[in-house]
């Protein structure tokens, strides 16, 4: 249960939100250490800033993304609904949506429609 949520905040960014509003108040030479490809790096607060930041900013941009193209996929879909069920392939179609659902589900995906 640990590593899902774990995982959960590391992939909405919680996990870096965390560190940098930990981080942001202290003294910029003060010691910080982290972890990059398995190895423990001892740095400065005022060096791991920028690099946190960096990679939340991107994060963030890639799941942006991400949920855009399945929400483009979702619409090519639903366009292509009322053909698939006219040829008689409802019955595979949904059982598509329903594995696209459980995989979802699986990986904690949450697709929010504006």
């Not at 607060?45 to 483009?72: F, H, M, R």
Request: aromatic share 6%; proline share 3%; glycine share 8%.
């Amino acid at each position: 249960m640990r590593e899902k949520d774990g995982q959960k905040s590391h992939a909405d960014g919680g996990e870096y939100r965390l560190v940098l509003e930990t981080l942001q108040p202290l003294s910029g030479d003060r010691k910080a250490f982290r972890l990059i490809n398995g190895v423990l790096m001892e740095q400065t607060v005022k060096d791991v800033l920028p690099a946190l930041t960096t990679n939340s900013e991107g994060l963030k941009k890639v799941l942006e993304d991400l949920v855009k193209q399945y929400k483009t996929k979702q619409d090519e879909l639903e366009k292509w609904k009322p053909t698939l069920v006219s040829f008689g392939w409802a019955t595979s179609l949904r059982g598509c949506l329903l594995t696209a659902l459980g995989l979802q589900k699986k990986n904690n995906v949450q697709v929010v429609q504006n």
